[in-house]
């Protein structure tokens, strides 16, 4: 006679669901990492390649850097006006590239995306796959931008009332407001030229910074993917972040100049 399987018991699946638990909870992180690890890459390669057509842009326009405006830099053409003492008419260049029209008959013709256009593939180049807006960090949330932030990414944001455009990335726009040659910069192998617009992303975060009063202690945990001047791409700490907006003001001879280039 033939025996009859023996079916399981209930504390062997248990058991069985218990076990794939345990592997599925040791699996989704390993698995997140991976993916971040990833889209940092994507996004590196991504700077690489806007880094390619800057020196495309460079080599139409005497060496300057694009004489283009950041999305966050928009709005701040009063805080410009210091400036006109070291770079000429700061305030005023940056009034007319914030209200610069774009062929789609959006104001934002004068933003770093748009100015680059013909020097890159396509929109997708500026769009790294790790951003997921920047709400949550102090900056948004001081300048009131964190619950537009919350609800999208920022190269949506930043595409404003377009049909085309937008950037998840921060453009140093002093760069372009000097109008001095590339090969006059004081450090292009420290300076920073194209970078993520949130720490958190990709590299050492693996979350959103958490809010308000704690967010800036998870700056040391952040990085950023960076484009130097010199067309090199790494992803660096907070500190080198901070080390790439100061350093290039330093002077040979000791002290701070007011200007990144020589």
Not at 20 to 34: C, N, T
Not at 252 to 258: A, D, I, Q, R, V
């Amino acid at each position: 006679m033939k025996p009859q399987p023996r079916a399981f018991t209930l504390i062997e699946l248990l058991t069985v669901i218990a076990v794939i638990a345990v592997l599925a909870g040791m699996m989704f992180p390993v698995l997140a990492r991976a993916r971040d690890r990833a889209d940092g890459a994507r996004c590196a390669s991504n700077l690489r390649q806007l880094g390619v057509g800057i020196q495309m842009y460079q080599q139409d326009w005497d060496d300057r850097f694009p004489f283009a405006i950041d999305y966050w830099d928009r709005n701040l053409q009063d805080l410009w006006a210091p400036w006109n003492r070291f770079i000429p008419n700061a305030s005023g260049n940056v009034a007319l590239l914030s209200n610069r029209p774009a062929s789609d008959g959006s104001p934002y013709g004068g933003q770093i995306d748009r100015v680059l256009r013909p020097y890159t593939v396509s929109d997708q180049v500026w769009r790294c796959p790790g951003d997921t807006g920047i709400a949550g960090m102090g900056g948004a949330t001081s300048q009131g931008y964190q619950k537009e932030m919350e609800k999208q990414p920022v190269w949506r944001i930043t595409r404003g009332t377009g049909t085309w455009g937008g950037t998840s990335y921060v453009y140093r726009t002093e760069l372009g407001l000097h109008m001095k040659p590339a090969s006059r910069l004081r450090m292009p192998s420290r300076t920073n030229v194209l970078f993520d617009a949130a720490h958190y992303w990709h590299g050492r975060l693996h979350r959103a910074p958490r809010e308000q009063g704690s967010d800036f202690a998870d700056y040391a945990l952040g990085s950023y993917n960076i484009l130097y001047a010199d067309g090199h791409v790494r992803n660096a700490t907070t500190k080198e972040y901070y080390d790439a907006w100061y350093e290039p003001y330093r002077s040979s001879f000791g002290g701070y100049t007011y200007s990144p280039f020589l």
